[in-house]
């Protein structure tokens, strides 16, 4: 079991910076590909951007080159560091853990309660 609590979200005008942080309990934090995923209203969750267990990226194509995922294995946290803020990334940011166990091929996946973030000037 993984319990995930994300923090860092506000109220930031357009052109500005946030940075998310997500703080997982539970052991073996390291073997997790940890995402953080978005919702606007009226809108369906959408992938932001993913780091897998070895460190690998990738991100939507719509915050390329604004966001940064990163994770510290020590302090069993995530990071999203968020620059040039416009006001269509306005939603509400959840971690996620997901990793497949390698006995049984059992899918474990978590998610956080969630963190707003609003982008408005």
């Known amino acids: 079991q993984v319990q995930l609590v994300e923090s860092g979200g506000g109220l930031v005008q357009p052109g500005g910076s946030l940075r998310l942080s997500c703080a997982a309990s539970g052991s073996r934090f390291s073997i997790y590909a940890m995402g953080w995923y978005r919702q606007a209203p009226g809108k369906q969750r959408e992938l932001v951007a993913r780091?897998?267990?070895?460190?690998?990226?990738n991100y939507a194509d719509s915050v390329k080159g604004r966001f940064t995922i990163s994770r510290d294995n020590a302090q069993n946290t995530v990071y999203l560091e968020m620059n040039s803020l416009k006001p269509e990334d306005t939603a509400v940011y959840y971690c996620?853990?997901?990793?497949?166990?390698?006995?049984?091929?059992?899918?474990?996946?978590?998610w956080g309660q969630g963190t707003q973030v609003t982008v408005s000037s």
């Open positions: 780091i897998a267990s070895g460190g690998s990226t």
């Open positions: 996620n853990a997901d990793r497949v166990t390698l006995i049984g091929g059992t899918r474990l996946n978590y």
